[in-house]
């Protein structure tokens, strides 16, 4: 069985400040690593995906890969309370899988 | 127009009914998927299809049935709606590495 471990929160940072949100999943052999936003009541959307071990950068947002220890992150700077929302953490496998294993995500709150 | 669209959007039916929901999209994916979401347990896979012929089960199947009517149709069936069957459900496409998610669809089994 597949696992997506997230913490549930909330996690509740000042605005401006950086927030961190962690995933880490247990199939070493995991390939795509993704980051969706949802609000309440909303659905899912994409925010960022990392393949490589390192850091990818997109605006405000990096997602921080780290293969050997089987966990990924998202660091969301300069936070706004725009931010606050649920932080699905998604994983795919090998052999060009195209189904994801969901965290149950990270609750966000931006407080000003 | 919304490239995934969910209908309906919010459904009340009582237990031991079948009901159906529906998803199309204007995206041209091959690849579609049915979700539900309840509170505390994140997103869990019920069906996935990859073309027209291609229908496969998901993590949480049992009690649901689908229908590929078309590329861009797929359908979700209750076949008896059960309580426990009360839950956010999504459809999604998929192209390469992004799924792409409709609005939802909110169901209450009474």
């Known amino acids: 069985q597949k696992e997506v471990e997230q913490n549930s929160g909330p996690l509740s940072v000042p605005e401006g400040a950086i927030a961190s949100l962690n995933c880490t999943y247990s199939?070493?052999?995991?390939?795509?690593f993704f980051w969706y936003r949802q609000y309440s009541g909303k659905s899912p959307e994409l925010i960022m995906f990392i393949y490589s071990n390192g850091d990818k950068e997109d605006g405000r947002f990096t997602a921080q890969l780290n293969k050997a220890s089987q966990y990924v992150s998202l660091l969301i700077r300069d936070s706004q309370p725009s931010d606050s929302a649920t932080y699905l953490c998604a994983v795919k496998g090998t052999g060009g899988s195209y189904i994801p294993t969901f965290g149950r995500g990270t609750s966000l709150i931006v407080h000003p | 127009d919304a490239d995934v669209t969910q209908t309906p959007r919010n459904r009340i039916t009582k237990t031991g009914k079948r009901i159906m929901l529906e998803c199309s999209q204007t995206?041209?994916?091959?690849?579609m998927y049915w979700y539900r979401q309840d509170p505390g347990l994140g997103l869990r896979l019920i069906y996935y299809?990859?073309?027209?012929?291609?229908?496969n089960k998901g993590e949480i199947s049992d009690g649901y049935s689908v229908s590929r009517q078309a590329q861009a149709k797929f359908s979700l069936s209750l076949e008896s709606a059960i309580p426990n069957q009360t839950a956010l459900y999504f459809c999604a496409t998929g192209a390469q590495e992004t799924q792409y998610f409709g609005p939802g669809t909110r169901l209450l089994v009474l």
């Open positions: 199939d070493r052999g995991s390939q795509s």
């Open positions: 299809s990859f073309d027209v012929k291609d229908i």
């Open positions: 995206k041209g994916h091959d690849r």
